[in-house]
Every structure is written in structure tokens, then in C-alpha cells.
């Protein structure tokens, strides 16, 4: 069974940061064969694109709202993806996910994503 597990979230001020983690196990294929996201979903919001990093070269995409704020990482040794979160703000309040997919034809498209996790929230006070 696979599983993506995230962890790191919580609740800090504006301005501060966090550091959110997802281990994945169970993957059919090895953990390179898959592109890695993250996605959130804030209350009465559509779930929206994050960042992703595709498999085995390690591009990274970030959504015009995070761009220079956040940083998608992949430890492949320990199938991990990880995001640091820089500079917080209110509007980044969310519960945010981890996906995987092994093909994938648009990285920013929550769809193309056949895995998921559980989900962890970030709470950023003003």
C-alpha cells in the first residue's frame, strides 16, 4: 500500500517559517520514477498548486505565490520531499498535501497526481 505521510505543520506568526516533510513508502516503482507536489486547500477554497519537483533531475516549479518564498526538495536516499516555508503570511493558511505520480502531464495540475497524503495544516498569524 503506498503511503505519503506529512509532517511539520503547525502554527507560527507572519513572517516566520516552516519546514513540511512527506516520506512515501509502499511506491511500486523506485522513488526516482516519481514527479513529487505539494498542494493546499484553504476553508471554501479550490486546492491549489504549491510546488513540485520532477523525478530523477530534480526540476522544481513554484506557484507565482510562494516563488521566492518557499523551496521544494527531494532526499531520494530517504524518499522524502520536503518544503520550506519562508516568510509567511495569513494567506498562506492552509492544509497542505503531498502528491506523487509516476506520469504525470502538467505539474501544477492536482489531478495528474495519483497519491496522496493526509494532509497537514498550517496556521499564520497576522
Known amino acids: 500500500q503506498v503511503q505519503l505521510v506529512e509532517s511539520g505543520g503547525g502554527l507560527v506568526q507572519a513572517g516566520g517559517s516552516l519546514r513540511l516533510s512527506c516520506a512515501a513508502s509502499?511506491?511500486?516503482?523506485?522513488?526516482?520514477?516519481?514527479?513529487m507536489g505539494w498542494f493546499r486547500q484553504a476553508p471554501g477554497q479550490e486546492r491549489e498548486f504549491v510546488a513540485a519537483?520532477?523525478?530523477?533531475?530534480?526540476?522544481?516549479y513554484y506557484a507565482d505565490s510562494v516563488k521566492d518564498r518557499f523551496i521544494i526538495s527531494r532526499d531520494n536516499a530517504k524518499n522524502t520531499v520536503s518544503l520550506q516555508m519562508n516568510s509567511l503570511k495569513p494567506e498562506d493558511t492552509a492544509v497542505y498535501s503531498c502528491?506523487?505520480?509516476?506520469?504525470?502531464?502538467?505539474?501544477?495540475?492536482?489531478?495528474?497526481?495519483?497519491?496522496w497524503g493526509q494532509g497537514t495544516q498550517v496556521t499564520v498569524s497576522a
Open positions: 519537483i520532477s523525478r530523477i533531475d530534480g526540476s522544481t
Open positions: 509502499g511506491l511500486t516503482f523506485t522513488f526516482t520514477s516519481y514527479h
Open positions: 502528491a506523487a505520480a509516476s506520469w504525470i502531464r502538467g505539474l501544477r495540475e492536482p489531478n495528474e497526481y495519483n497519491f
